[in-house]
Nanobody, 125 residues
């Protein structure tokens, strides 16, 4: 059973930083891509960033490019999302996600089969 547990959310002022962590268990972490998504009230779940199995390939939604960085530590079964220069529009519940297949590595939430419980990020203006 794959389990994903996020942490690191909180309340921060605009311009501040947070680092989210997601610890995975239940299978060989290093074989799979990982993704971060977010969902704001009244909006659909949105892709934020993804990283391939080795950490050598990443991609981001345009709105966070240059501000957010996704990374992973396969020895710790952990994926991170470093968020800098936060804006009020970044306020959302952030979820990490993992696909069932080792060859899946997209930005579509439907490509991901396992989800964490989410961590709230609130950015005040």
């Amino acid at each position: 059973q794959v389990q994903l547990v996020e942490s690191g959310g909180g309340l921060v002022q605009a311009g501040g930083s947070l680092r989210l962590s997601c610890v995975a268990s239940g299978r060989t972490f290093s074989r799979y891509a990982m993704g971060w998504f977010r969902q704001a009230p009244g909006k659909e779940r949105e892709f934020v960033a993804r990283i391939n199995w080795s950490g050598g390939g990443t991609s981001y939604v345009d709105s966070v490019k240059g501000r957010f960085t996704i990374s992973r530590d396969n020895a710790k079964n952990t994926v991170y999302l470093q968020m800098n220069s936060l804006k009020p529009e970044d306020t959302a519940i952030y979820y990490c996600a993992a696909p069932a297949n080792s060859y899946t590595s997209g930005s579509n939430p439907n490509d991901y089969d396992y989800w964490g419980q989410g961590t709230q990020v609130t950015v005040s203006s």
